[in-house]
């Protein structure tokens, strides 16, 4: 590997997360097999450097194509899971080694978690798949736990393409889990994906930059609740499962805080001068402006006390939103990453004082 800074980075862990200490002990130095589908690309990495600096043997399965440098070290099956006749696993097929568990990120089709899933069923004790609290049909109430009725479904499953949104895709891989790993399989509800790396300049961390710069900022009044998952606590307690061996499904995310505690303590943090306008969402949505959305009521009121009464330790804030404002650095050393674009929820700072401009008159 590169030298110790490029490796954090490409892993996907700010400073701080490096130094932590490890989730569980109890894994150094056992040696136990783990399979990692993809492993190179967002929250992958992030995964398979927690597991190597918990003295697991990891091997990658994927196309090579993705950060293809990245983790040399470690064996690589090659093959594609976007194959509709299931082609591209011929090498994990040959391949007969047993793993303790296999970690699964894949965010397409639900085929493409079939057919590994039928394929390593036999050769693992535990199946491992990252998903969403998007699986849940309503979020029309606050503490939503695991037992809550998942997404209604299409009556024909999906092919290797499809134009199901991410939500049922998520859903359809679920159930293709419990139907073929009924007893040996964990499902990782995420809120929000949090961390050093992001996958794309929408994921930029808006409210802590924003902050950090100073100057003027404006937030919706009725934004009550925020939540969000730390991917290195995720990560952890995802080790954690598979040597506990747990089963079925988790929400996994920070316990639901105020949203004006969350901005009140990056603004304390980062020592900040900048100045908050608190304006009614409705003037907001009116003038096209939607920076968070604040319904239905249980969007950021996950209930999160299965995975915590079953080991899930959530780092500090403090070293997320560090991880994050590194992260923004390192990939903007200019920090002049401008906000704004299409189809993120965040506004151009010109057209932050055109609104700013736009209330005063109207309460002048």
């Known amino acids: ?4 800074r490029e490796f954090l980075h490409y892993a996907g862990y700010g400073l701080t997360a490096a130094l932590a200490p490890s989730f569980s002990s109890a894994a150094t130095n056992k040696r136990k097999k ?9 929250l992958g990495p992030v995964i398979v450097t927690e597991l190597v600096r918990n003295g697991y043997d990891v091997t990658l399965f994927n196309r090579g194509q993705t950060n293809p440098d990245l983790f040399p070290q470690l064996p690589r099956i090659l093959g594609d899971r976007e194959t509709e006749d299931g082609s591209g696993l011929a090498q994990l097929r040959k391949d007969r080694q047993v793993w303790d568990w296999v970690v699964d990120t894949w965010r397409g ?3 493409a978690v079939e057919d590994t899933a039928r394929i390593l069923a036999g050769r693992t004790q535990q ?4 998903s969403t609290v998007s699986v849940y049909d309503k979020w029309d109430r606050v503490g939503i736990r695991e037992d809550e009725p998942l997404n209604p479904l299409p009556a024909e499953a999906e092919s290797i393409i499809t134009d199901n949104r991410y ?7 679920e159930l293709v889990l419990r139907r073929l790993m009924p007893d040996n399989s964990v499902m990782f509800r995420s809120h929000g994906l949090r961390g050093y790396p992001n996958s794309a300049p929408r994921h930029e961390p808006y409210w802590q930059v924003k902050i950090e710069r100073g100057g003027n900022l404006v937030l919706p009044a ?8 730390d991917m290195i606590s995720l990560a952890r307690f995802m080790i954690h499962a598979g040597e506990q061996k747990l089963n079925g499904p988790y929400n996994v995310a920070y316990a639901p805080m105020r949203f004006a505690d969350f901005i009140n303590h990056i603004v304390e943090t980062t ?8 304006l009614p ?3 907001l949505v009116e003038n096209d402006v939607r920076l968070i959305r604040t319904t239905p009521p249980g969007r950021y009121r996950f209930s999160v006390d299965r995975a915590l009464a079953h080991g899930m330790q959530n780092r500090s804030l403090d070293e997320l939103l560090a991880d994050q404002l590194l992260g923004y650095h390192d990939r903007n050393p200019l920090a002049d990453f401008e906000f704004g674009k299409p189809e993120t929820s965040t506004i151009l700072t010109a057209r932050e004082l055109e609104i700013l401009e736009l209330w005063r008159q109207l309460n002048s």
């Open 1 to 4: 590997m590169t030298n110790r």
């Open 34 to 42: 783990i399979l990692v589908l993809g492993g190179t690309r967002f």
């Open 109 to 111: 089709s639900s085929k």
């Open 127 to 130: 199946y491992q798949y990252v």
């Open 167 to 173: 939500a049922i895709r998520k859903t359809f891989g």
């Open 222 to 229: 009725e934004a009550e609740y925020y939540q969000v998952t």
């Open 271 to 278: 020592e900040s001068k900048v100045k908050l306008h608190w």
């Open 281 to 283: 969402e409705e003037f």
